[in-house]
């Protein structure tokens, strides 16, 4: 039987408890929440399983070793102890990151050093050779997590950061992280249920990772690698066992459907959309929100509108007035999301929220808000049994020092923030080649990284890499 070891999963702040519940629904055992994490043990197939399967990680690490220090030599001497030969075999390659909240330790970089000097060290005394540090793509990758004196040493599993999905071939200016998108749509509590609207969509960020909840997708369905591949226990048959597993996978009898105004975003988006082979439950359209109207079928609105920080608009406090006003008059019977930065901005909506969530995107402390819609008064809407705010949302918003007290809405990116690998960031994402398209179908990569033509069927690549494409 396999052994049970610890794993930690990292995420962004705000997202630890909808990370926690994934991981609990996943059979993970002894889930703790920390901070921008969430602890938890399991065999190699979970490892596997959370790298492949969770919306809300941003990497999966498996602790080696933890240790107390008060100094950089502490760190040396710890780390020397470990035997290294059992990780990093001859000939591979190594990379070390850190992430650093002490006084002790100034600077991350240099934990690092003194991390790979000590691992270089002993193997150079044990074997006469010395390994080689590769950062852009290494055979192993190291983990050094301080928090003042407690230090952790782990081995990242995942490689390159999980919200990098793989469907993204183009992106808009100030882009949504995926995973920060996923955390938005668990958190609403909506799974598939009914129709799912962004009427300013961007790149179809939201839309993809609502499509992948609803159809009960994993998101690593688009990755070409993850770090465990490298490792020299790496088990592939049990890899692909899990990879190629639909059973879990459900039918959405819903749709989805994404607009903007900007028909650059609108091509956008729908180039990622195909490239997911979500085409067939996604539809975008060019449409501005001032000209949204009351949907035919029950529906949920999770949206990211312009903060006036990267993206500018004409009349920013404009825009969010329209945006109470479309909510108030042509959404009536639906809940709608809306995440921003500025208080100004939510004050100009002029509905009241139900429920706050503090959440960072990128560097920005936002606020997460519901509005739940009706029709006609509040004294009305209760009387006929209407609930504004349920049990759980009110104990939630009673709860004391939720926010910072006298809080304000303002850019926040500490020093000690950005060792975080810029997981926290938001990235820009470049068109890359993708190869020549087949009549009938598009190309896409296998995790070989040779091209693979998508046709009109549907089992391209069951033994290895699994895509349903729903463009046809």
Excluded at 45 to 51: I, L, Q, V
Aim: hydrophobic letters at 35%; glycine letters at 6%.
């Amino acid at each position: 039987m396999e052994q049970n070891y610890e794993l930690i999963a990292k995420t962004f702040m705000g997202l630890e408890p909808v990370l926690a519940k994934e991981l609990t629904l996943l059979g993970a055992k002894d889930v703790k929440i920390g901070r921008r994490m969430v602890s938890f043990t399991g065999d190699k197939e979970m490892m596997y399983r959370a790298n492949f399967q969770l919306h809300t990680a941003i990497r999966i690490l498996k602790p080696i070793r933890h240790f107390k220090a008060k100094s950089a030599d502490d760190v040396y001497e710890e780390i020397k102890k470990i035997e290294w030969s059992q990780y990093i075999g001859q000939d591979k390659t190594f990379s070390v990151d850190s992430v650093v909240f002490s006084e002790e330790f100034r600077h991350s970089k240099f934990v690092s050093y003194k991390v790979k000097d000590a691992i270089v060290d002993q193997l150079r005394e044990a074997t006469g050779k010395r390994p080689n540090i590769s950062v852009a793509n290494p055979d192993i990758r190291l983990n050094m997590h301080i928090a003042e004196d407690q230090c952790t040493l782990s081995l990242d599993s995942s490689g390159e950061s999980l919200h990098r999905r793989g469907y993204r071939q183009e992106s808009v200016e100030a882009p949504l992280n995926e995973v920060l998108a996923a955390g938005m749509i668990l958190m609403s509590g909506w799974k598939g249920d009914t129709d799912f609207i962004d009427p300013m969509c961007g790149s179809g960020t939201l839309l993809i990772e609502a499509a992948l909840i609803a159809k009960n997708m994993a998101p690593g369905l688009f990755r070409h690698e993850y770090a465990f591949e490298k490792w020299p226990d790496f088990d592939a048959e049990l890899f692909d066992e899990i990879y190629n597993d639909e059973s879990q996978e459900r039918e959405f009898k819903h749709h989805i459907y994404g607009y903007d105004v900007d028909i650059k975003a609108v091509n956008t988006a729908l180039l990622n959309v195909k490239a997911a082979g979500l085409s067939s439950v996604i539809t975008i359209k060019q449409q501005d929100f001032k000209d949204f109207t009351q949907p035919a079928e029950k529906s949920i609105i999770i949206t990211n509108p312009p903060y006036g920080e990267r993206i500018s608009t004409p009349d920013l406090l404009g825009t969010y007035k329209m945006i109470g006003e479309r909510l108030k008059h042509q959404f009536k019977g639906n809940d709608a999301w809306v995440l921003s930065y500025r208080e100004e901005c939510f004050d100009q909506i002029g509905l009241k929220p139900s429920i706050k969530y503090p959440l960072y995107n990128g560097s920005l402390e936002c606020e997460y808000r519901k509005y739940q819609m009706f029709d006609g008064k509040l004294r009305d809407f209760r009387s006929e049994g209407g609930i504004v705010k349920t049990e759980e949302e009110k104990r939630q918003m009673s709860e004391k020092h939720r926010f910072k007290k006298n809080r304000e809405f303002k850019q926040r990116l500490e020093e000690t923030e950005q060792n975080e690998e810029a997981d926290i960031r938001s990235f820009t994402f470049h068109r890359h080649q993708m190869g020549k398209p087949n009549r009938g179908g598009h190309e896409r990569f296998d995790r070989s990284g040779k091209g693979k033509s998508f046709g009109k069927g549907k089992d391209f690549d069951k033994k290895r890499r699994r895509y349903d494409d729903d463009d046809e």
